[in-house]
T-cell receptor, first 114, second 117 residues
């Protein structure tokens, strides 16, 4: 069975500072990995995805993530945070062998200080 | 391209009442998912359809929850009778999910926030 852990429940960062959100997954083979963002009262918006190939993935809104197979991690980063980045971020894992269903982590809430 | 449509956006019901949610996926998307997101948690898959067939309903509480996807397009999720612990956001998502793995990206609707009192 696949699982995802996001160790940080809350992160507070100053506007303009860098941001890194941690994600660890458990799956026997190479998974598909995703990061979604959810603003209050909204659905989930895809930031980026990894299927194979280059382990550094670029996404929307200036986000990137790096797949590290040896660490079973897929951490999300942004060099300079904007106030509009305050939201909840979810890491998810999928796999074709599991019918492509997504298993989500518990989420990390990001607060941005002015 | 229109996104995934869900209705209603909000619903408040008393426990033991019934409720139904509706989802219209993106046109042409074969796979449809219903997720339950309890406050402070990540979404949890309730049921997955491929066209009008059920692929995975292992986490659907079948004694009170039911879902259908007639004609392989729209879907409804029903709860009968509702319990207090069913208070959550119910998210519908769809994906192409045909052929290559790049079609597995799921697009989410805005969700229905259910409050059971």
């Amino acid at each position: 069975a696949q699982s995802v852990t996001q160790p940080d429940i809350h992160i507070t960062v100053s506007e303009g500072a860098s941001l890194e959100l941690r994600c660890n997954y458990s799956y026997g083979a190479t998974p598909y990995l995703f990061w979604y963002v959810q603003s209050p009262g909204q659905g989930l918006q895809l930031l980026l995805k990894y299927f194979s190939g280059d382990t550094l993935v670029q996404g929307i809104k200036g986000f990137e993530a790096e797949f590290k197979r040896s660490q079973s991690s897929f951490n999300l980063r942004k060099p300079s945070v904007h106030w509009s980045d305050a939201a909840e971020y979810f890491c998810a894992v999928g796999a074709r062998a599991a019918g492509n269903k997504l298993t989500f982590g518990g989420g990390t809430r990001v607060l941005v200080k002015p | 391209e229109a996104g995934v449509a869900q209705s209603p956006r909000y619903k408040i019901i008393e426990k033991r009442q019934s409720v139904a949610f509706w989802c219209n996926p993106i046109s042409g998307h074969a796979t449809l998912y219903w997720y339950q997101q309890i406050l402070g948690q990540g979404p949890k898959l309730l049921i997955q359809f491929q066209n009008n067939g059920v692929v995975d309903d292992s986490q659907l509480p079948k004694d009170r929850f039911s879902a259908e996807r007639l004609k392989g397009v729209d879907s409804t999720l029903k709860i009968q009778p509702a319990k207090l612990e069913d208070s959550a956001v119910y998210l519908c998502a769809s994906s192409l999910a045909r052929g290559g793995r790049r079609n597995t990206e799921a697009f989410f609707g805005q969700g229905t926030r259910l409050t059971v009192v």
